[in-house]
Nanobody, 127 residues
Framework: QVQLVESGGGLVQAGGSLRLSCTASGRTFSRYAVGWFRQTPGKEREFVAA????????LHADSVKGRFTISRDNAKNTVYLQMNSLEPGDTAVYYC????????????????????WGQGTQVTVSS
C-alpha cells in the first residue's frame, strides 16, 4: 500500500509558475513509477506527465511539453511537477498516481495503469 499526498497547488496569474509535490508514505517509493493527471468538472481525467521508478524515463503530454517538467527525489519520497508559463487552460485539480511496486516500472500515460491515487490539489490560473 502506498499513500500519496499532493501539495503546492494554488492561484497564479497566467505566465506564472507553480511546483507541485507528490509525497509518498508506506512501501518503498523508489519501486513505483508515478504519473500526474488533471481533471476539470465534466471532463475525463487527463494525462499530464509520468516518470519511471528511477527517474531515467519521463513522458509529458503534448499540451505541456516545454512548460512542465516532472522529476523525482527518491531519498525524499517525492515526485515534483514544475509548471512554468501557466495558462488558464491549465486550471484543474491535479492528481498524482503510482504504479508498480516490483520490477522496474516505467511511466504510463493511461490512468487505468495506476494503482494508487492521491486526493488532488487545485491549480487555478487567472487570465
Amino acid at each position: 500500500q502506498v499513500q500519496l499526498v499532493e501539495s503546492g497547488g494554488g492561484l497564479v496569474q497566467a505566465g506564472g509558475s507553480l511546483r507541485l509535490s507528490c509525497t509518498a508514505s508506506g512501501r518503498t517509493f523508489s519501486r513505483y513509477a508515478v504519473g500526474w493527471f488533471r481533471q476539470t468538472p465534466g471532463k475525463e481525467r487527463e494525462f499530464v506527465a509520468a516518470i519511471s521508478w528511477s527517474g531515467a524515463y519521463t513522458l509529458h503530454a503534448d499540451s505541456v511539453k516545454g512548460r512542465f517538467t516532472i522529476s523525482r527525489d527518491n531519498a525524499k519520497n517525492t515526485v515534483y511537477l514544475q509548471m512554468n508559463s501557466l495558462e488558464p487552460g491549465d486550471t484543474a485539480v491535479y492528481y498524482c498516481a503510482a504504479r508498480g511496486g516490483s520490477g522496474n516500472p516505467g511511466p504510463r500515460a493511461t490512468s487505468v495503469d495506476y494503482d494508487y491515487w492521491g486526493q488532488g490539489t487545485q491549480v487555478t490560473v487567472s487570465s
